[in-house]
């Protein structure tokens, strides 16, 4: 069976979820739901694009802890709160994966985590699958 390990980045407002932010098995990496939060911990901007653009700078950031690019992500689940503004995020998206785009889904919620958070993403990678 192949070894667990988790990545985390040197944030230290992570501690207080309690969470791995990514956990990998094998070549394959679990990357936990990533907000809007900058490396202190505070909710980038008020608008879907801002936040998207933070949101996918975190998973890059996770993913290099564990060796890996955005090109190595195979798959996306996004969580939004207004199905209105899914455009900036879609933007961001674009931008954040202009080479090997991933297979992806997006769900509106009410809410999410934090007040003022307005998107999350969890990614799903594979080291080489790029």
Known sequence: MPDRKAH???????????ISQAVQVGDTIHVSGQGPLNPEGTIVGDDMAAQSRQVFAN????????????????KITCFITDTSRYAEYSAARAEAFPNNIPASST???ADLVLPGMLVEVEALAVLGSA
């Open 59 to 74: 998973i890059r950031a996770v993913l290099a802890e564990a060796g890996a690019t955005m090109d190595d992500v195979v």
């Open 107 to 109: 769900v509106t919620v």
């Open 8 to 18: 985390n980045p040197d944030w230290p407002w992570a501690e207080n979820f309690r």
